[in-house]
């Protein structure tokens, strides 16, 4: 069962090893530092990849049907949502949550070289087997994004102090998005310059290469092992939790009803750089500074 400490404290779990005050400090500085980096390098590279743009964007070059562009969006939310209800318990009983983060994340971040790889491709594969490779990929890194989530945010709970917990996120929230406009007005440049198929696919393996290096920060993170309670309760079946959560909490099952109807408002988003490229004749420079904007 996790627990939240006392404000202040480097973790939210009890029950974790004594460490002196220099030693949490140099950590607390140390892993705040590194996971910023992290956070706008992996926006910087979503830049490149943005998968309410550029993607789709992309996906347009290879098909016309409006069903298959807004499927983009739509499988990246899904695949990020649906994991983390069927985790949640898993990762919870973890004593260590760093070695499963860093390797799950891999799988929502090869799948954008993947993407480059078949952007190279497409003349020798034709479209039909790059639209099946590339919504294979999809598919791929949204259930990676979605097993990831989980164990990532109870991790950043764990090794930043819950009073400066908002601070962090914002600050990794400005630096993410910051650095992804710059990565999308690039991209838009380099479809301009670049011809096919080395458009795409540029920005692609360039997306690749900055979420390699996003993760090798996100690699030097310290995080302390967490001695697991002897007792505990007995577990309940997993939809057993999620009645009693919605029936006690009616502030959550409003916020999620809000949630839920929210992504109906974004899916729309898929098309705009479609529409603003084939219909309003803009440029890919206008499209990249438009992702920034969005």
Not at 56 to 65: D, E, K, N, R
Not at 99 to 111: D, G, H, N
Not at 142 to 170: E, R
Not at 244 to 260: M, N, V
């Amino acid at each position: 069962m996790i627990e939240k400490s006392n404000p202040g404290q480097p973790g939210v779990y009890l029950n974790l090893p004594e460490m002196s005050d220099s030693q949490q400090s140099k950590n607390l500085k140390h892993n705040f530092t590194v996971n910023l980096l992290d956070g706008g390098l992996f926006g910087f590279g979503l830049g490149f990849a943005s998968f309410t743009t550029m993607i789709p964007l992309f996906v347009a070059t290879l098909t016309s049907s409006a069903t298959l562009i807004g499927l983009v969006p739509a499988i990246h939310n899904v695949g990020w949502q649906l994991p983390q209800l069927l985790m949640a318990k898993r990762i919870a009983r973890m004593e260590r949550v760093k070695p499963y983060v860093t390797f799950m994340t891999v799988q929502e971040r090869l799948p954008i070289l993947g993407l480059g790889i078949v952007g190279l491709l497409v003349p020798r594969i034709g479209v039909r087997v790059a639209l099946i490779l590339t919504f294979i990929l999809l598919i791929w890194q949204g259930l990676g994004a979605g097993l990831t989530a989980n164990a990532w945010q109870i991790m950043v709970s764990k090794i930043i102090p819950s009073n400066i917990l908002a601070t962090f996120f914002g600050a990794q929230s400005a630096a993410a998005n910051l650095l992804a406009s710059l990565g999308a007005y690039l991209a838009g440049t380099l479809l301009v310059v670049l011809n096919p198929p080395y458009d795409f696919s540029t920005c692609f393996f360039i997306a690749s290469l900055l979420l390699v290096s996003s993760w090798v920060f996100l690699n030097l993170t310290r995080e302390e092992k967490r001695e697991m309670p002897s007792g505990g309760c007995v577990p309940q079946p997993l939809w057993h939790d999620i009645r009693s959560i919605l029936k006690r909490d009616r502030s959550f099952t409003h916020f999620l009803i809000s949630r839920f109807i929210a992504h109906f408002g974004m899916m729309a988003f898929a098309f705009y750089s479609v529409y603003a490229v084939k219909i309003l004749r803009m440029t890919t420079v206008q499209v990249g500074v438009m992702t920034s904007i969005l």
